[in-house]
């Protein structure tokens, strides 16, 4: 495949566009020929279940050939109606259009053979309301007994002739012209190996099937496309990182033990798994890139600390960078715990540390005098310079673009890597945005920690559930209540944050409530939460800005108001905000509206407290573009995969990608090279990350 192929000429040049039309599917997003033929179909029409009067059933949908016996125009009520009878010899058919007889009156004479498809309902005898129809006597190019492709389009395009029947007219122009090669790039012995049809039969039959296995086929090998090469990504970035040298530790060190000695609980057994996962990496010559994937409360940060432990032992600075100066300010406490029992200097930048103080840190830094630096995106900023930096620490990590994450790595003689992430990730999605990872997960829960109880609350409970609250408040423990809106809106049926906060403050009378909203200024929020800290606030009411990054083991209770507007995910990073002490918690989930999706949403999250089961569920409810993290990395983009149901044609796209940069780290061999021109094309603004020359 070269670039002089005319499928990859700008799509004014196709036959049946031009100027004007161009620009119309431009401004949809197809700019070239190549785009417009990957433009696949919605869904699809089936006319080929093409059934007898007298063997159809109600409520399915068929195709009815028959001729027309009579038309007539009906009023019922003030609405005028057009109805067409059809007989094909085994039985009548009435079907029935409502207004626009104008035109559909000509449409139509007696003894014409038409097709009719639709769904079939009964009333005074059999009927379809609205038929899509062929005039069979009048044309041969009709759809009846075909599978008829279905394009997403707009009010405009439709109005410019840019309709299904459109976007299929082009698509033909394309596909019948011989001089619009579609090349494969997939090696021979790949497809023979996957049993894959080739690129220009798949094409053909995404757009124009014969039957539903050409869809089934088609679909699979498309989808294995975008799988392949975002696999392909993953096994070369990984490629990139494991020919990085870095230093090898293979002693423990007396930090680690110390630390260790100094716990006054127990580690989890999956904690001693990830620690002896991480000290494997440690030990390697080549750099650690880990992921540890853990619940809300599953001791993550206790694991970094002891990884840091290992990396300082032998004079190395460790640094750990967090999404937000909450979350950064509640870790340099924690952690300062730890490493001020064995003599560990810590400290903290973030941007509003005064910079007479910042100052000093950043000397202290650059002399080594600091040995664990805990920091926002301050951190990457071109004043701070290490001494020796052996390991960052990345919380949150989904947060931080790769641009950030580079930055701080560039800070250091290539360190160590350990991202973390409190939001379970089904595996499928996981494999895709972090397959350049080694993923560690906690997948169990500290000793002293009680399951968290989940209630669904409707209306006309929650009077009793406010009783309970002010009890957990009067013994001292503290309450969130989160609501999903800042402002009042009209047109969403919801409580906002702002009347809310009015109405629990004279609800809680006899209590401190406070308040934040993500559109207030740093200094008022930072402001509530130190008193929320501090126990001077006994009821914080929020809305999502307190999803991730607060850390309040006083408080037991979370009501979330309007939970049905919540993902699944979100919810669980909500409850998460509870449950971190060593009392019972309590989240109360307020369900304002039912409906069929919100009812099954919030039944899963109070049957189970697992965040992987919940993060499968969601995946499939919600689909990849609203998970967390996707949008950002820029590399799912298409309409054809579907991460909830794709977990076999992942795997054997991983496979065949790691397989192929393990024998061809930089694709030059001439069977990969056409699969390098289209990397290279697809993920060009990842190459400056990806060395493949």
Same mark, same amino acid.
């Given at each position: 495949m070269t670039y002089s192929n005319p499928l990859y000429d700008d799509v004014t040049y196709l036959k049946g566009v031009g100027p004007k039309r161009a620009k119309q599917l431009k401004a949809y997003g197809i700019d070239t020929i190549y785009e417009l033929i +990957? +433009? $696949?179909?919605?869904?699809?029409?089936?006319?080929? +279940? %093409?059934?007898? %009067?007298?063997?159809?059933?109600? =409520?399915?949908?068929?195709?009815? $050939? #028959?001729k027309v016996v009579s038309k007539n125009i009906k009023m019922i009520g003030k609405r005028r109606l057009f109805q067409v009878t059809i007989s094909d010899g085994t039985g009548e058919l009435q079907c029935i259009?409502?207004? #626009?007889?104008s035109w559909i009156m000509e449409k139509f004479k007696i003894d014409d053979e038409i097709a009719v498809y639709g769904k079939l309902e009964f009333y005074n005898g059999l009927k379809i309301t609205h038929p899509d129809f062929d005039i069979l006597s009048q044309s041969e190019n009709h759809n009846t007994g075909q599978i008829i492709s279905q394009y997403s389009s707009t009010s405009e395009l439709k109005s410019k002739g840019l309709d299904s029947r459109g976007f299929r007219k082009l698509i033909k122009n394309i596909i019948l012209n011989d001089k619009y090669i579609i090349d494969d790039f997939l090696p021979s012995d790949l497809l023979s190996q996957e049993k894959l049809i080739s690129l220009d039969q798949a094409l053909n039959q995404i757009h124009f099937p014969k039957t539903n296995d050409d869809i089934k086929n088609a679909l699979y090998r498309l989808k294995f496309n975008e799988h392949f090469f975002i696999q392909l990504l993953m096994a070369l970035k990984r490629n990139n990182q494991k020919n990085n040298i870095g230093h090898s530790y293979q002693k423990r060190g007396q930090y680690l033990k110390n630390i260790y000695e100094s716990l006054n609980f127990q580690l989890t057994n999956a904690q001693i798994r990830v620690l002896r996962e991480i000290r494997a990496d440690l030990k390697s010559k080549e750099v650690m890139n880990r992921l540890i994937q853990g619940d809300v409360g599953s001791g993550k940060t206790i694991v970094a600390v002891l990884t840091a432990a290992i990396v300082m032992s032998e004079e190395k600075q460790v640094a750990l960078m967090a999404p937000t100066e909450i979350l950064a300010e509640q870790h340099y406490e924690s952690i300062k715990e730890y490493c001020e029992k064995v003599h560990i200097t810590c400290g903290l930048i973030t941007s509003n540390i005064p910079q007479k103080e910042k100052n000093i840190i950043l000397n202290e830094l650059k002399s080594g005098e600091i040995q664990f630096i805990i920091g926002t995106h301050s951190l990457i900023q071109e004043p701070v310079k290490f001494n020796d930096l052996g390991l960052i620490i990345i919380d949150e990590q989904h947060r931080f673009g790769v641009e950030h994450r580079k930055l701080l790595i560039e800070k250091g003689n290539s360190p160590q890597v350990l991202s973390m992430t409190a939001t379970p990730i089904p595996r499928t999605l996981s494999i895709t945005i972090h397959g350049d990872m080694d993923i560690s997960i906690i997948d169990e829960l500290p000793k002293n920690r009680l399951p968290i109880k989940t209630s669904l609350i409707y209306p006309d409970k929650i009077e009793s559930t406010y009783e309970f609250m002010k009890q957990e408040m009067i013994s001292g423990r503290q309450c969130f209540v989160v609501y999903p809106l800042i402002d009042e809106s009209e047109k969403l049926d919801l409580e906002a944050a702002k009347s809310g906060y009015e109405k629990l403050k004279l609800i809680f009378n006899d209590f401190k409530v406070g308040y934040i909203n993500g559109k207030m200024n740093k200094d008022e *929020?930072? !402001?509530? &939460? $130190?008193? &929320? @800290? @501090? =126990?001077? $606030? /006994?009821?914080?009411?929020?809305?999502?800005? %307190?999803?991730? =990054? *607060?850390?309040?083991?006083n408080a037991t209770v979370i009501m979330v108001e309007n939970a049905e507007r919540f993902g699944m995910t979100q919810l669980h990073q909500l409850r998460g905000r509870i449950g971190r002490g060593s009392k019972q918690s309590y989240c109360f989930f307020i369900q304002r509206k039912k409906t069929p999706n919100a009812d099954k949403r919030l039944k899963i999250m109070t049957s189970t407290l697992d965040g992987f089961i919940i993060s499968d569920e969601d995946l499939k409810m919600r689909g990849p573009g609203d998970f967390f993290g996707t949008k950002q990395h820029g590399f799912i983009k298409s309409k054809v995969v579907d991460f !909830? /149901?794709? =977990?076999?044609?992942?795997?054997r796209a991983r496979q065949q990608a790691f397989e192929m940069v393990i024998k061809d780290p930089k694709l030059n061999l001439n069977k990969n090279k056409k699969i390098k021109q289209v990397f290279k094309r697809k993920y060009h603004h990842m190459l400056e990350f990806i060395k493949i020359g």
């Amino acid at each position: 495949m070269t670039y002089s192929n005319p499928l990859y000429d700008d799509v004014t040049y196709l036959k049946g566009v031009g100027p004007k039309r161009a620009k119309q599917l431009k401004a949809y997003g197809i700019d070239t020929i190549y785009e417009l033929i +990957n +433009n $696949i179909p919605r869904k699809y029409l089936d006319r080929t +279940n %093409i059934k007898k %009067i007298s063997n159809t059933k109600i =409520g399915e949908q068929a195709v009815i $050939i #028959g001729k027309v016996v009579s038309k007539n125009i009906k009023m019922i009520g003030k609405r005028r109606l057009f109805q067409v009878t059809i007989s094909d010899g085994t039985g009548e058919l009435q079907c029935i259009w409502f207004n #626009g007889l104008s035109w559909i009156m000509e449409k139509f004479k007696i003894d014409d053979e038409i097709a009719v498809y639709g769904k079939l309902e009964f009333y005074n005898g059999l009927k379809i309301t609205h038929p899509d129809f062929d005039i069979l006597s009048q044309s041969e190019n009709h759809n009846t007994g075909q599978i008829i492709s279905q394009y997403s389009s707009t009010s405009e395009l439709k109005s410019k002739g840019l309709d299904s029947r459109g976007f299929r007219k082009l698509i033909k122009n394309i596909i019948l012209n011989d001089k619009y090669i579609i090349d494969d790039f997939l090696p021979s012995d790949l497809l023979s190996q996957e049993k894959l049809i080739s690129l220009d039969q798949a094409l053909n039959q995404i757009h124009f099937p014969k039957t539903n296995d050409d869809i089934k086929n088609a679909l699979y090998r498309l989808k294995f496309n975008e799988h392949f090469f975002i696999q392909l990504l993953m096994a070369l970035k990984r490629n990139n990182q494991k020919n990085n040298i870095g230093h090898s530790y293979q002693k423990r060190g007396q930090y680690l033990k110390n630390i260790y000695e100094s716990l006054n609980f127990q580690l989890t057994n999956a904690q001693i798994r990830v620690l002896r996962e991480i000290r494997a990496d440690l030990k390697s010559k080549e750099v650690m890139n880990r992921l540890i994937q853990g619940d809300v409360g599953s001791g993550k940060t206790i694991v970094a600390v002891l990884t840091a432990a290992i990396v300082m032992s032998e004079e190395k600075q460790v640094a750990l960078m967090a999404p937000t100066e909450i979350l950064a300010e509640q870790h340099y406490e924690s952690i300062k715990e730890y490493c001020e029992k064995v003599h560990i200097t810590c400290g903290l930048i973030t941007s509003n540390i005064p910079q007479k103080e910042k100052n000093i840190i950043l000397n202290e830094l650059k002399s080594g005098e600091i040995q664990f630096i805990i920091g926002t995106h301050s951190l990457i900023q071109e004043p701070v310079k290490f001494n020796d930096l052996g390991l960052i620490i990345i919380d949150e990590q989904h947060r931080f673009g790769v641009e950030h994450r580079k930055l701080l790595i560039e800070k250091g003689n290539s360190p160590q890597v350990l991202s973390m992430t409190a939001t379970p990730i089904p595996r499928t999605l996981s494999i895709t945005i972090h397959g350049d990872m080694d993923i560690s997960i906690i997948d169990e829960l500290p000793k002293n920690r009680l399951p968290i109880k989940t209630s669904l609350i409707y209306p006309d409970k929650i009077e009793s559930t406010y009783e309970f609250m002010k009890q957990e408040m009067i013994s001292g423990r503290q309450c969130f209540v989160v609501y999903p809106l800042i402002d009042e809106s009209e047109k969403l049926d919801l409580e906002a944050a702002k009347s809310g906060y009015e109405k629990l403050k004279l609800i809680f009378n006899d209590f401190k409530v406070g308040y934040i909203n993500g559109k207030m200024n740093k200094d008022e *929020i930072d !402001s509530q &939460m $130190i008193k &929320m @800290n @501090n =126990g001077e $606030i /006994n009821c914080l009411v929020a809305t999502t800005v %307190i999803e991730v =990054g *607060i850390n309040i083991p006083n408080a037991t209770v979370i009501m979330v108001e309007n939970a049905e507007r919540f993902g699944m995910t979100q919810l669980h990073q909500l409850r998460g905000r509870i449950g971190r002490g060593s009392k019972q918690s309590y989240c109360f989930f307020i369900q304002r509206k039912k409906t069929p999706n919100a009812d099954k949403r919030l039944k899963i999250m109070t049957s189970t407290l697992d965040g992987f089961i919940i993060s499968d569920e969601d995946l499939k409810m919600r689909g990849p573009g609203d998970f967390f993290g996707t949008k950002q990395h820029g590399f799912i983009k298409s309409k054809v995969v579907d991460f !909830s /149901n794709d =977990g076999p044609i992942i795997r054997r796209a991983r496979q065949q990608a790691f397989e192929m940069v393990i024998k061809d780290p930089k694709l030059n061999l001439n069977k990969n090279k056409k699969i390098k021109q289209v990397f290279k094309r697809k993920y060009h603004h990842m190459l400056e990350f990806i060395k493949i020359g």
